[in-house]
């Protein structure tokens, strides 16, 4: 197999480009017609983005584990990662595994962790107060992160970048 960290890179490529042409087609047709079978595929495309996101993770989670032989792959990672003298990854690493847990279990730890710096990450939280990221936008689905395009590339970076600073400091590990 070649390496996750490149096989997600185009594998989330892949993804976004398919999600955007079906979009894009689900937007013509909405010029013509409100169908409810319209508005579920425009939901279809938000969650799928999810399910690759918390997907991709969850994988690679359990790489972490079995490479490093280790019970907790994303903490063994964040050991790497400081003693490698990355702090800036680091926290990035650890700020989307906050992310992903917000998208799996919804609010608690995690969510309260990602409210109190939402003005200073790379994607959105939603507020404790807020119903919408986009009021009116017919595509959003329930969530507390809002999962875009952006949100799945930096996933996929993020991984790229910590397999790159593992395999580094573990010679002769293969994420």
Do not use: W
């Not at 909405?30 to 799928?48: D, E, N, P, Y």
């Not at 990035?92 to 992310?99: E, H, R, S, V, W």
């Not at 962790?113 to 994607?123: C, E, H, I, Y």
């Amino acid at each position: 197999m070649h390496s996750f960290a490149e096989l997600i890179d185009r594998c989330t490529a892949f993804t976004l480009n398919r999600l955007a042409q079906t979009n894009e087609k689900v937007i013509q047709e909405l010029q013509t017609s409100a169908a409810t079978t319209l508005v579920k595929a425009l939901q279809m495309i938000r969650l799928q983005k999810i399910i690759s996101a918390v997907g991709m993770f969850s994988i690679f989670e359990a790489m972490l584990q079995d490479r490093l032989d280790c019970a907790d792959g994303f903490r063994e990672a964040q050991n790497i990662l400081d003693a490698a003298g990355e702090p800036t990854l680091k926290e990035q690493f650890g700020d989307l595994l906050l992310a992903i847990n917000v998208l799996k279990h919804g609010r608690g730890r995690s969510y309260d962790a990602l409210v109190v710096k939402a003005d200073r990450l790379p994607f959105r939280v939603k507020g404790p107060e807020e119903a919408f990221f986009f009021e009116g936008d017919v595509s959003e689905v329930g969530t507390l992160i809002d999962v875009d395009d952006g949100f799945v590339l930096g996933c996929a970076d993020v991984i790229r970048r910590v397999s790159e600073s593992v395999q580094k400091a573990r010679p002769g590990t293969f994420l």
